[in-house]
């Protein structure tokens, strides 16, 4: 079929992913019936979706809030209750992203605000570079599963489930995770005796930096607090989210300016221009995928294999596994989503506890060369090869695995909160 051997040409060229989607549905076009004026209107639908306005915000929020210092009071009150245990700033570093996590959303976003400050710091206190990168790169993976998840976004958009649901279902995933982590942390800097010279945990100087860090501290609050409290829906929140960085960064703070300001908005506008190419040619790429009755297919050839939901959910995140080693995560969850959700239904398995499965495959993504997009971005802070960082980041990937698998077999984690709406 030349739909499907165009899409694995241009997948196996590397070929930008809005043109893999686009390009062979424009060919399967050219070759039918349906009128050209098709493309025009589900280029426009791909883009039209009220939800997808949350995601700009909170790319827009995290990078004002980075600019603002609201990141490093966030670690002062981390590096305040840690003290001297052992990977003392390593565990800071952990705590740090799934406290940022809780604001921006992205997972490179949160290796680049909280590595900035941290990995140096780490450095300087007698932690190897390539520990304190991946560090960095793990802690950052939980930008994604911690709501306000950019990922979850775009799922709830195409599989046309809650956001607000999946953003409940992420609380209790994301914090479990971020367990798994700073255990692992602890573990090996306890087995190679890394511990800082940082003073043991002092009341009053904790009191002192939750004092210092009260606006910073309570924009998750105002944020998360909104949603769940029915205050506000997933974008009202974004803009919200948005709002209160400008306020706190202009006039409480007075830390940043028109300039900053400026960048953040550039910052938020390049994640964002890219992802409306994509949602644009995905739309257009699933109505042929359901013309070719693509999903159907594969959902046949899987079931020859297995009925059972569990082992069809072990296979699935096997391959998602090896898809997020050469696969962008918006582009691995914009273009799976159309395909595997008929077969998710079928065997009855919850959407929104895939989704929460598929967001944390999508981690070990962040991990993995070629593209380790987080791995990227703490190998830039730290001046570090790829290689280097690679190797320490192996038990961190391990962790995430154990964490999936955890959440797999009891997928009671993801929906608990959900439930007791």
Not at 77 to 82: D, E, Q, T
Not at 146 to 172: K, Q, R
Not at 240 to 254: I, S
């Amino acid at each position: 079929m030349i739909f499907v051997a165009v899409f694995l040409l241009c997948l196996v060229l590397g070929v930008p992913i809005f043109a893999t989607l686009g390009v062979p549905s424009l060919i399967e076009l050219l070759s039918s019936p349906i009128p050209l004026e098709s493309l025009a209107h589900s280029l426009f639908d791909g883009v039209d979706k009220f939800p997808l306005l949350a995601i700009p915000n909170f790319v827009l929020a995290g990078a004002i809030m980075a600019r603002a210092g609201i990141t490093r009071d966030i670690i002062e009150v981390m590096r305040a209750v840690v003290g001297q245990a052992y990977g003392g700033l390593a565990i800071v570093t952990i705590l740090s992203c799934m406290f940022f996590a809780a604001i921006s959303g992205s997972g490179p976003g949160t290796v680049a605000a909280i590595g900035t400050l941290l990995i140096p710091a780490m450095k300087e206190d007698g932690y190897p570079a390539d520990f304190s990168a991946a560090v960095a790169s793990s802690g950052g993976t939980l930008g994604i599963l911690l709501p306000p998840s950019n990922p979850m976004i775009v799922y709830g958009v195409l599989a046309s489930v809650s956001i607000g649901d999946l953003f409940l279902a992420g609380l209790l995933p994301g914090m479990l995770m971020g367990a798994l982590l700073v255990t692992t942390t602890w573990f090996l800097s306890r087995r190679h005796g890394y511990r800082g010279g940082q003073a043991r945990f002092d009341r009053r100087a904790f009191a002192l930096a939750l004092w210092r860090g009260k606006f910073s501290l309570a924009t998750p609050f105002i944020v998360l607090g909104g949603i769940y409290g029915g205050v506000f829906t997933p974008v009202e929140a974004s803009v919200v989210a948005v709002g209160y960085a400008l306020l706190v960064g202009l006039l409480v703070k007075r830390s940043i300016g028109l300039r900053a300001t400026w960048e953040a908005l550039g910052e938020a506008s390049t994640v964002c221009g890219g992802l409306v190419l994509i949602m644009g040619t995905a739309i257009f790429f699933g109505e042929f995928l359901a013309l070719n009755m693509i999903p159907q297919k594969i959902a046949a050839a899987l079931l020859n294999i297995t009925t059972d939901p569990t082992l069809m959910l072990l296979l699935i995140a096997l391959i998602l596994i090896v898809l997020g080693t050469f696969m962008e995560t918006l582009s691995t969850v914009i273009i799976l989503t159309p395909i595997l959700l008929p077969l998710i239904l079928k065997l009855g398995i919850d959407p929104i506890h895939f989704g929460i499965l598929l967001v944390v495959t999508s981690e070990i993504g962040f991990l993995t060369p070629p593209l380790g997009v987080n791995l990227f971005v703490a190998c830039g802070i730290s001046n570090l090869t790829i290689e280097e960082v690679s190797r320490r980041v192996l038990p961190f990937i391990a962790t995430i695995i154990l964490g999936l698998l955890i959440l797999l077999f009891f997928p009671q984690i993801s929906l608990l909160l959900p439930s007791l709406k």
